[in-house]
């Protein structure tokens, strides 16, 4: 049976989260009423990075980050949290990220934008055997609200992409048992809701 | 462009009045707010039509329940008056709050909450009414004018770090006769985050033609909502075509 944790460290509306599992039928529950028995990690959050880099920190995070490690858990991170896999960040000063996936977390490039980005844009998924069951969101909109974005090191770790004011920038992200999207899921509807499913019933 | 829904909410019942008066009842918000999110509304804004006044915000239970199966982003405002009831509006399953009288009224409130909860959890709410030739700021749900101009505001809220604003025209209010053009026209050009526009909107003509000349607009919608003057599939396909994004 699936059962996920939700790493509350402190940050953003994390029951939205928990009420779109609950309603997609998972069991989930946060870290604080957990004791690692768990298939499934989620880290989410909304907020500034330079805070959240620091709670992430804290001993308990970090052990459950090297027991997911360990075991095989699939951590999936979601907006502040899929930026949190990444070595570093650049929002009120240099912030050291969990460097699970190599790259910064720089504000959007294209200085004249309206930010935050706000709204529901596509998502273009990259082609990915392990992640065949993605095809059919593939160029479908789902939500964000960011005004940071993902600079990866490496191509390969780019899972999809997505495009602001005509510039193009990574939206989800991929490691060794390990996965990230900017964009909200549990907050873009319907569509939102059966990828959370799949993704999910397809990594744990 | 995101096309919200607008809930004023009295007493448990959504309401609408006429420039935010003569309030009637027109239904059930929890009911409503799934009703426009099944028909694929992009947004929901639910706000306390009598928090400011009497200085708390009543909602907090219905977003509760309406986050257990509307699963888009969920606002909340009327009566925020500081941390505290943020903190709870968030844990309540809100995604941002709307602020206004209380940033009115503490000109330090709006800077500290985006530093707790992040420039994208914190609206700037406004409403504003020209009066002889300026545009003025009111607070208390359209009932009082602060005194203070409607430029000189938009630039101390956006450079306190709000993530957006909600922009409400007090007197084309619920009338249902389009947008305040004029408004939006005197202050697009100063905005510099994502802008919604509130108040007026009487069909889709209304809010394609924002969309077709006002790039960073979004629109909240009430009346033609309760009502039934727009479809929100139909309407949404229309704004789909010919993307800017």
Same mark, same amino acid.
């Given at each position: 049976?699936?059962?996920? !944790?939700?790493?509350?460290?402190?940050?953003?509306?994390?029951?939205?989260?928990?009420?779109?599992?609950?309603?997609?039928?998972?069991?989930?529950?946060?870290?604080?009423?957990?004791?690692?028995?768990?298939?499934?990690?989620?880290?989410?959050?909304?907020?500034?990075?330079?805070?959240?880099?620091?709670?992430?920190?804290?001993?308990?995070?970090?052990?459950?980050?090297?027991? !997911?490690?360990?075991?095989?858990?699939?951590?999936?991170?979601? !907006?502040?949290?899929?930026?949190?896999?990444?070595?570093?960040?650049?929002?009120?000063?240099?912030?050291?990220?969990?460097?699970?996936?190599?790259?910064?977390?720089?504000?959007?490039?294209?200085?004249?934008?309206?930010?935050?980005?706000?709204?529901?844009?596509?998502?273009?998924?990259?082609?990915?055997?392990?992640?065949?069951?993605?095809?059919?969101?593939?160029?479908?909109?789902?939500?964000?609200?960011?005004?940071?974005?993902?600079?990866?090191?490496?191509?390969?770790?780019?899972?999809?992409?997505?495009?602001?004011?005509?510039?193009?920038?990574?939206?989800?992200?991929?490691?060794?048992?390990?996965?990230?999207?900017?964009?909200?899921?549990?907050?873009?509807?319907?569509?939102?809701?059966?990828?959370?499913?799949?993704?999910?019933?397809?990594?744990? | 462009?995101?096309?919200?829904?607008?809930?004023?909410?009295?007493?448990?019942?959504?309401?609408?009045?006429?420039?935010?008066?003569?309030?009637?009842?027109?239904?059930?918000?929890?009911?409503?707010?799934?009703?426009?999110? &099944?028909?694929?509304?992009?947004?929901?804004?639910?706000?306390?039509?009598?928090?400011?006044?009497?200085?708390?915000?009543?909602?907090?239970?219905?977003?509760?329940?309406?986050?257990?199966?509307?699963?888009?982003?969920?606002?909340?405002?009327?009566?925020?008056?500081?941390?505290?009831?943020?903190?709870?509006?968030?844990?309540?399953?809100?995604?941002?709050?709307?602020? &206004?009288?209380?940033?009115?009224?503490?000109?330090?409130?709006?800077?500290?909450?985006?530093?707790?909860?992040?420039?994208?959890?914190?609206?700037?709410?406004?409403?504003?009414?020209?009066?002889?030739?300026?545009?003025?700021?009111?607070?208390?749900?359209?009932?009082?004018?602060?005194?203070?101009?409607?430029?000189?505001?938009?630039?101390?809220?956006?450079?306190?770090?709000?993530?957006?604003?909600?922009?409400?025209?007090?007197?084309?209010?619920?009338?249902?006769?389009?947008?305040?053009?004029?408004?939006?026209?005197?202050?697009?050009?100063?905005?510099?985050?994502?802008?919604?526009?509130?108040?007026?909107?009487?069909?889709?003509?209304?809010?394609?033609?924002?969309?077709?000349?006002?790039?960073?607009?979004?629109?909240?919608?009430?009346?033609?909502?309760?009502?039934?003057?727009?479809?929100?599939?139909?309407?949404?396909?229309?704004?789909?075509?010919?993307?800017?994004?």
């Amino acid at each position: 049976m699936i059962k996920i !944790c939700i790493l509350d460290y402190g940050l953003g509306n994390i029951l939205s989260l928990r009420n779109s599992l609950k309603y997609l039928g998972f069991n989930s529950d946060y870290l604080s009423n957990l004791n690692n028995k768990f298939n499934f990690l989620i880290i989410p959050g909304v907020g500034s990075y330079s805070k959240a880099s620091k709670l992430i920190k804290k001993k308990k995070y970090i052990d459950v980050i090297n027991y !997911c490690r360990k075991n095989n858990i699939f951590i999936f991170g979601i !907006c502040l949290g899929m930026q949190l896999l990444l070595s570093r960040g650049s929002e009120f000063g240099n912030n050291i990220g969990l460097n699970l996936i190599k790259g910064n977390v720089d504000i959007f490039p294209n200085k004249r934008s309206i930010l935050p980005i706000i709204g529901w844009n596509k998502v273009l998924f990259r082609k990915n055997k392990k992640f065949n069951f993605l095809n059919k969101y593939d160029n479908k909109k789902f939500y964000f609200i960011h005004s940071y974005v993902a600079n990866l090191k490496y191509n390969e770790n780019i899972l999809s992409t997505s495009k602001y004011d005509k510039v193009i920038y990574t939206s989800a992200i991929l490691g060794n048992n390990m996965a990230g999207v900017q964009f909200h899921p549990e907050k873009s509807g319907e569509i939102g809701l059966n990828f959370l499913n799949d993704f999910i019933r397809n990594n744990s | 462009m995101r096309l919200i829904a607008r809930l004023d909410i009295k007493n448990d019942y959504v309401i609408k009045g006429v420039s935010l008066e003569g309030l009637r009842k027109v239904g059930n918000p929890f009911q409503l707010a799934k009703k426009y999110y &099944n028909e694929g509304i992009d947004e929901l804004i639910f706000i306390d039509q009598v928090a400011s006044l009497y200085k708390r915000n009543n909602l907090f239970n219905l977003i509760e329940y309406s986050s257990k199966e509307v699963f888009v982003p969920l606002t909340l405002g009327g009566g925020i008056r500081n941390n505290k009831d943020i903190e709870l509006a968030i844990k309540s399953g809100a995604d941002k709050v709307s602020i &206004n009288t209380a940033a009115i009224e503490d000109k330090k409130f709006l800077k500290k909450a985006v530093k707790n909860f992040g420039s994208s959890t914190i609206i700037s709410y406004i409403e504003t009414k020209k009066i002889e030739d300026k545009w003025m700021i009111y607070k208390n749900a359209g009932r009082d004018n602060v005194n203070i101009e409607l430029i000189e505001w938009i630039k101390f809220v956006q450079d306190n770090g709000c993530g957006e604003i909600v922009l409400t025209s007090i007197d084309f209010e619920g009338r249902q006769n389009g947008f305040d053009i004029e408004l939006i026209n005197k202050v697009y050009n100063s905005i510099k985050v994502p802008i919604i526009i509130s108040g007026g909107c009487s069909s889709e003509k209304d809010v394609l033609y924002l969309r077709n000349n006002f790039k960073n607009a979004s629109v909240a919608i009430a009346s033609c909502l309760h009502y039934n003057k727009i479809n929100i599939k139909n309407l949404k396909k229309k704004i789909d075509k010919n993307l800017y994004t």
